[in-house]
Each structure stands twice: as structure tokens, then as C-alpha cells.
């Protein structure tokens, strides 16, 4: 039985994480595509690239780039397991 619970949990886990890469890679390609159209619609209206137009497509990209970073480094931040680490603190501070 104890075996089941530590698949089961690992299976839960794996489910997670590919959420969180899914979630990324949906992010990446509307910040894509968003932004092809923004570069054709502003070459359009102008004929010419402005950077002064693409002011929040920077931004947008500094976003992706930490929503990337937290998704494929999160021992970066916060440390090994440090997830783990806080629902055991918290279900024991429960406990008392």
C-alpha cells in the first residue's frame, strides 16, 4: 500500500511539472505570435520599425523570461525541495 502512495505521488508531481512546462510553452508561442502581427500591423501603418512601439513587448519579454526561469530553474530561487520543506512546517504547525 505504501508503495502505491509514493507512485501515486510521483505520478501527481510529473502531472505538475508538465502543467507548469505546458503553461510556458503556451505563453512563449502567444508572445510569438502576438507579436509577429504587432511587428506586420506597425510595418503596415509606418513602413518602418520604431522601438518606441514595442515598449511592451519588451516587458512582456523580461515576463516570459522569468515565468521561463521559474518553470525550468525553481531551485534557482528558492532552494532544492523548498516547496516540500513548507507544507511539512505548516502541516505541523497545524498539529499543534
Same mark, same amino acid.
Do not use: C
Given at each position: %500500500? &505504501? ?45 518602418? +520599425? &520604431? +522601438?518606441?512601439? $514595442?515598449?511592451?513587448? $519588451? $516587458?512582456?519579454?523580461?515576463? *516570459?523570461?522569468?515565468?521561463? *526561469?521559474?518553470? $525550468?530553474?525553481?531551485?534557482?530561487? *528558492? ?9 511539512? &512546517?505548516? %502541516? ?5
Amino acid at each position: %500500500m &505504501e508503495n502505491y502512495n509514493k507512485e501515486n505521488i510521483k505520478y501527481l508531481q510529473a502531472k505538475k511539472r508538465i502543467k507548469q512546462i505546458k503553461g510556458f510553452y503556451i505563453h512563449a508561442l502567444v508572445f510569438v505570435l502576438v507579436n509577429i502581427l504587432l511587428v506586420f500591423v506597425n510595418h503596415q501603418k509606418t513602413g518602418n +520599425f &520604431e +522601438f518606441k512601439n $514595442f515598449w511592451g513587448t $519588451f $516587458f512582456w519579454g523580461i515576463g *516570459l523570461a522569468s515565468h521561463g *526561469l521559474s518553470v $525550468f530553474l525553481p531551485n534557482f530561487f *528558492l532552494g532544492k525541495n523548498w516547496e516540500e520543506k513548507k507544507i511539512r &512546517e505548516l %502541516m505541523d504547525k497545524d498539529k499543534r
